[in-house]
T-cell receptor
Framework: AQTVTQSQPEMSVQEAETVTLSCTYD???????LFWYKQPPSRQMILVIR??????QNATENRFSVNFQKAAKSFSLKISDSQLGDAAMYFC????????????????FGQGTILTVHP | DTAVSQTPKYLVTQMGNDKSIKCEQN?????MYWYKQDSKKFLKIMFS???????INETVPNRFSPKSPDKAHLNLHINSLELGDSAVYFC????????????FGPGTRLTVL
């Protein structure tokens, strides 16, 4: 079974600075997807960024980028120019790309990292 | 326009009661999910349905029964509620192609007294 580990329960950053959230995962599969979701106090789950394992290029979405190290099974999220609205809980998630089966589509989440942004 | 909606958003009930949470999506997706977020914020999948067919059924007590009357709806019925069932329950949906994003509903906070 796949597992996802976020070793930082809490992180903080000054507004306009850069912060990196860590995520490692364990899998025997070679084809999969990785996601970062954001959960603000409103508790709505919002997709931040997605990475396809077969792509070597790191995904970027505006101020959000990832450092995907497939061999090391590491998937960190970098937030540049942090804003107050970035304050939230961030979840790393894994999803197999294997079609069919009873786990198809299943997202396996890490424990989450609470990000505080200081003005 | 709400993409994935859940009702109710809050549910407070007594131990032993039976309750249902409803989920509807207007995105035309063919797969829907139920996730549970416990008091430590840990998220875990419970069920998924694809075209009204049960695909994922994690180790969940039999007291939890999902029901999908059509592709746009996935309801969760819970019998004989227990204190440990208190959590936030999220519905999600996606179009099942490789790696497609799952869109989440706003969550239902269930409190069992």
């Amino acid at each position: 079974a796949q597992t996802v580990t976020q070793s930082q329960p809490e992180m903080s950053v000054q507004e306009a600075e850069t912060v990196t959230l860590s995520c490692t995962y364990d899998t025997s599969e070679s084809d999969y997807y990785l996601f970062w979701y954001k959960q603000p106090p409103s508790r709505q789950m919002i997709l931040v960024i997605r990475q396809e394992a077969y792509k070597q290029q790191n995904a970027t979405e505006n101020r959000f980028s990832v450092n995907f190290q497939k061999a090391a099974k590491s998937f960190s999220l970098k937030i540049s120019d942090s804003q107050l609205g970035d304050a939230a809980m961030y979840f790393c998630a894994y999803r197999s790309a294997r079609g069919g089966g009873t786990s198809y589509g299943k997202l396996t989440f890490g424990q989450g990292t609470i990000l505080t942004v200081h003005p | 326009d709400t993409a994935v909606s859940q009702t109710p958003k809050y549910l407070v009930t007594q131990m032993g009661n039976d309750k249902s949470i409803k989920c509807e999506q207007n995105l035309g997706h063919d797969t829907m999910y139920w996730y549970k977020q416990d008091s430590k914020k840990f998220l875990k999948i419970m069920f998924s349905y694809n075209n009204k067919e049960l695909i994922i059924n994690e180790t969940v007590p039999n007291r939890f029964s999902p029901k999908s009357p059509d592709k746009a709806h996935l309801n969760l019925h819970i019998n004989s509620l227990e204190l440990g069932d208190s959590a936030v329950y999220f519905c999600a949906s996606s179009r099942e192609r490789r790696g497609n994003e799952q869109f989440f509903g706003p969550g239902t906070r269930l409190t069992v007294l």
